[in-house]
C-alpha cells in the first residue's frame, strides 16, 4: 500500500508581473498586468489587460514601478494578491504616498 505523506504543501501559487497604477491607499496598490492571447476564430493576437488590488505591507512600489504579484489569501474584499518583489523602479523614482 502506498504510504500518505504528512507534508501539507502549499500548492502552486499564480504569479503575474504588471505595472502599478495606483498607489494612493495604506498598504494597498493597483496593478495592470497585459497579456496577449491568440484571438479564438481568426487568429489575431489581441492584448487584454486587468487590473488587481494588491497587498503592499511595507508600502515599497510606487506609481510606475514593474512589480511580480503572487496569489494569496483573502486580505480584504478585493484583495487576493500580495506583492512579492519590485522588479523595476520607475524612471525618475517618482511616490504618490
Excluded at 501559487?13 to 491607499?25: N, S, T, Y
Aim: charged residues 35%; proline residues 4%; hydrophobic residues 35%.
Amino acid at each position: 500500500m502506498a504510504e500518505i505523506s504528512d507534508k501539507k504543501g502549499r500548492g502552486h501559487r499564480k504569479e503575474r508581473v504588471g505595472i502599478v497604477v495606483g498607489a494612493g491607499a495604506e498598504k494597498t496598490i493597483s496593478v495592470l498586468v497585459e497579456r496577449r492571447a491568440a484571438h479564438p476564430l481568426y487568429g489575431k493576437v489581441v492584448k487584454t489587460s486587468k487590473k488587481y488590488a494588491v497587498h503592499d505591507p511595507s508600502d515599497e512600489a510606487g506609481v510606475g514601478d514593474k512589480v511580480r504579484i503572487v496569489e494569496t489569501r483573502p486580505v480584504s474584499k478585493t484583495k487576493r494578491w500580495r506583492l512579492a518583489e519590485v522588479v523595476a523602479k520607475a524612471p525618475g523614482g517618482a511616490k504618490t504616498k
